[in-house]
């Protein structure tokens, strides 16, 4: 079974600074996906951004980058140039990839909650 | 295109009651999760579909929690008996075929006194 550990409960940043949220996990697949999901209080679950595991190069979207160090299983969320709007809790997520007997079972760690300070 | 309808969004009710969720996802997504998510906590898997079969039911209690999926498209989560334990947000999603990002609804936020 595929788990996904987030060591960081919460986290503060000031508007307009960089932070970095931590997620590893641990499966024995080698294709898989690994997502960060951001839930605001509004319960809403939105994806932040994606990363296939057979691709080397990191996944950026806009303010938002990860590090993906397969071989340590580790998979983290960098966040430039934080704004009031992000304050949300983060979600690191893995994901088998889907086909033959595998239909993409989601499975979430923890979360961090990070609050962005004005 | 429309998103993950969920209905209704609080619930409040006393412990022995039943209760019921309902679930609209994106039209023509065969994958549908119910996740529980405890406050605080990360979203665990109840039940996923694939059209109108399980494929993973191994964390649903199955002594007090049942879900259909009727003709792949709709679908409902009862709860009966509830407890105390079972106050939680109840998140729905859904996933199109051989595609990764599963997309939400807004949760059922369920208070079980």
């Known amino acids: 079974a595929q788990t996904v550990t987030q060591s960081q409960p919460e986290m503060s940043v000031q508007e307009a600074e960089t932070v970095t949220l931590s997620c590893t996990y641990d499966?024995?697949?080698?294709?898989?996906?690994l997502f960060w999901y951001k839930q605001p209080p509004s319960r809403q679950m939105i994806l932040v951004i994606r990363q296939e595991a057979y691709k080397q190069q990191n996944a950026t979207e806009n303010r938002f980058s990860v590090n993906f160090q397969k071989a340590a299983k580790s998979f983290s969320l960098k966040i430039s140039d934080s704004q009031l709007g992000d304050t949300a809790m983060y979600f690191c997520?893995?994901?088998?990839?889907?086909?033959?007997?595998?239909?993409?079972?989601?499975?979430f760690g923890q979360g961090t909650i990070l609050t962005v300070h004005p | 295109e429309a998103g993950v309808a969920q209905s209704p969004r609080y619930k409040i009710i006393e412990k022995r009651q039943s209760v019921a969720f309902w679930c609209n996802p994106i039209s023509g997504h065969a994958t549908l999760y119910w996740y529980q998510q405890i406050l605080g906590q990360g979203p665990k898997l109840l039940i996923q579909?694939?059209?109108?079969?399980?494929?993973?039911d191994s964390q649903l209690p199955k002594d007090r929690f049942s879900a259909e999926r009727l003709k792949g498209v709709d679908s409902t989560l009862k709860i009966q008996p509830a407890k105390l334990e079972d106050s939680a947000v109840y998140l729905c999603?859904?996933?199109?075929?051989?595609?990764?990002?599963?997309?939400f609804g807004q949760g059922t936020r369920l208070t079980v006194v």
């Open positions: 579909f694939q059209n109108n079969g399980v494929v993973d």
């Open positions: 997520a893995f994901m088998k990839r889907p086909g033959g007997t595998s239909y993409g079972k989601l499975t």
């Open positions: 499966t024995s697949v080698n294709n898989y996906y």
């Open positions: 999603a859904s996933k199109g075929t051989l595609v990764s990002e599963a997309f």
